[in-house]
């Protein structure tokens, strides 16, 4: 059975800090890009993060260049989101996806259908 599971969403202060986890089971997680995604009230679902399969290469949507980091530890298969500086605009729930092809190609294009397998999403709210 495949899963991904989302946690560490939670209410932050803005400039302050989470770190999302996604933990895998089910599939061939070396090899597969592991994407963030959120998605804020009124909004679409949009990538933002994502991490490639085998070499791990790291791609991020401008808006969250140089705060966010992007990390993954095969022996866990967890892939990490640090959220450093957050803003108001980052309030959504965040969700991890799969593609099993490797590449990061789906989720920097936003290509939602692409993604074989979702997480159910961890909220995180920044508000003072």
């Known amino acids: 059975e495949v899963k991904l599971v989302e946690s560490g969403g939670g209410l932050v202060q803005p400039g302050g800090s989470l770190k999302l986890s996604c933990a895998a089971s089910g599939f061939a997680f070396d090899t597969a890009a592991i994407g963030w995604f959120r998605q804020a009230p009124g909004k679409e679902r949009e990538g933002i993060s994502c991490?490639?399969?085998?070499?791990?290469?790291?791609y991020y949507k401008d808006s969250v260049k140089g705060r966010f980091t992007i990390s993954r530890d095969s022996a866990k298969n967890t892939v990490y989101l640090q959220m450093n500086s957050l803003r108001p605009e980052d309030t959504a729930v965040y969700y991890c996806?799969?593609?099993?092809?490797?590449?990061?190609?789906?989720?920097?294009?936003?290509?939602?259908?692409?993604?074989?397998?979702w997480g159910t999403g961890t909220p995180v709210t920044v508000s003072a």
């Open positions: 991490i490639s399969g085998s070499v791990d290469s790291e």
């Open positions: 996806a799969a593609d099993k092809g490797t590449f990061c190609r789906n989720v920097m294009g936003n290509n939602l259908w692409g993604m074989d397998y």
